[in-house]
């Protein structure tokens, strides 16, 4: 073709850096926590790939199903009423480890699909219980909800909505994420029965991982119930053992009518998401006539992403990865506050194994950009998350040395980035 040479025919709009665009970044093998690059260097996957890569890179029996599944059908999914053993084998798994009684599983092709699927659901549900004006849906300031239109409007993170020709939904509603009070109020004023749904990420994930306060979750649940609102937990980065529970929403003891997840449910190997409903959502649905909910994606429930899911939700299983990661969680608790000490970083974050190490920007806006770029330099993949912040969520396969030499050289890439200002 008669065109300009190019280093790279991939087009990457934006950074991972916060900052200035850096070069491509080629990554060619992995190996449990570490990734190698096309020139031979190794580094330590500081954030598992994008939050997914739970079970850690280069996991035989992942490939294995994947290839297994390929060569006997790979081409189909559960689109309208298909079916494949892989993908009703996985929903009946899912069902189980959910945190509802009698969940259906609704499958997607990642993330910001279940999302957008998810506000389809609840606007469709009210519908269908024939309470038109409940069409509200509250969010959280700071959560970040996929890059589809409903999930981009819902997100807390006014860069990525502006400047898209999308007008700000007027129906949606955004509370301080730290407010239960706010959420009640927001209720109160509108009327219970304006309100569909409230959307939450257990722990606030890209928009700079923001545990939620001692209570919170408990009794935003508590406020959705007695309002008759829907409770809808993403849990696309929580999911599948980041808090050591199949889900957060276990481990902090609430019962979403919807919950949402993607990435760790096959720890990234191929995409797949979904939507987990309860009973009291499906059925509603259930009930009403063909054509209540025409929605669906060509690669829902693709047997491939299904197969690896299995294999992925067998690995965590055979090999305790749950259990690890709460270990890793407990250490990184304690590791990570030590870097709050050093001059440059304002505050450090974490629950479960998912931390944040928030800079002064402030004082010095370059300084995360500064941080990663130095943190691969020594040898650490990060990434800047919500514009000060550096990402740490490793995989579970993290060995206790690992983790040590990740805090270590995190460290010192604040230091010697502070340095050179
Ligand atoms: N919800 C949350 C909480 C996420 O973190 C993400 C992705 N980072 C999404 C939704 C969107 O998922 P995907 O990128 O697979 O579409």
Redesign the pocket.
């Known amino acids: 073709a008669d065109r300009p040479p190019a280093a790279s025919r991939l087009w990457h709009p934006f950074s991972s850096l916060g900052g200035t665009r850096a070069s491509e970044l080629t990554l060619v093998e992995g190996k449990g926590a570490r990734v190698r690059d096309k020139d031979g260097n190794w580094y330590l996957d500081a954030t598992a790939a994008?939050?997914y890569a739970n079970v850690g890179h280069g996991q035989a029996p992942i490939a294995d199903a994947i290839a297994e599944q390929a060569r006997r059908l790979a081409a189909y999914s559960t689109f309208g009423d298909m079916s494949n053993p892989a993908a009703a084998a996985l929903a009946e798994q899912l069902a189980d480890l959910a945190p509802s009684a009698d969940p259906m599983v609704f499958f997607t092709s990642?993330?910001?699909?279940a999302?957008d699927t998810a506000v389809k659901m609840v606007r469709r549900f009210w519908t269908l219980r024939g309470e038109i004006d409940r069409s509200v849906i509250i969010s959280r300031g700071l959560s970040?909800?996929?890059?589809h239109g409903h999930?981009t409007s819902l997100a807390g993170i006014a860069a990525n909505n502006a400047g898209y020709g999308m007008a700000p939904d007027p129906e949606f509603v955004r509370v301080p994420h730290d407010d239960a009070g706010a959420l009640r109020r927001v209720i109160d004023e509108l009327g219970p029965s304006r309100v569909a749904a409230f959307f939450v990420?257990p722990i606030i994930?890209?928009g700079g991982v923001y545990p939620p306060p001692p209570g919170y979750l408990t009794e935003v649940a508590q406020i959705c119930r007695s309002a008759g609102v829907l409770l809808v937990a993403?849990e696309?980065?929580t999911g599948f053992g980041r808090t050591g529970d199949w889900f957060a929403s276990a481990s902090y003891g609430i019962e979403p009518d919807l919950l949402?997840f993607?990435?760790g449910v096959t720890s990234g190997y191929v995409p797949l998401?979904g939507v987990i409903a309860d009973r009291g959502v499906w059925e509603v649905f259930a009930d009403a006539t063909a054509g209540a909910f025409r929605h669906g994606y060509t690669y829902s429930g693709h047997a491939v992403a299904c197969a690896a899911a299995l294999a992925n939700l067998r690995l965590l299983v055979e090999q305790d990865l749950l259990a690890r990661a709460a270990v890793l969680a407990e250490e990184l608790a304690v590791r990570l506050p030590r870097l709050a000490e050093l001059p440059g970083v304002r505050e450090v974050r974490c629950a479960g194994l998912l931390g944040a190490i928030a800079l002064d920007t402030v004082r010095d806006p370059a300084l995360p950009e500064r941080v990663v770029r130095q943190a691969r330099a020594a040898g650490v993949l990060t990434r800047v998350i919500n514009g000060d912040s550096v990402q740490l969520s490793p995989a579970f396969v993290l060995t206790d040395e690992q983790l040590g030499q990740l805090v270590d050289r995190l460290a010192e890439a604040i230091t010697a980035a502070d340095s050179v200002r």
């Open positions: 994008l939050w990642g993330g910001s699909d999302v970040y909800h996929g890059m999930g990420e994930g890209a993403d696309v980065v949402l993607a990435k998401g």
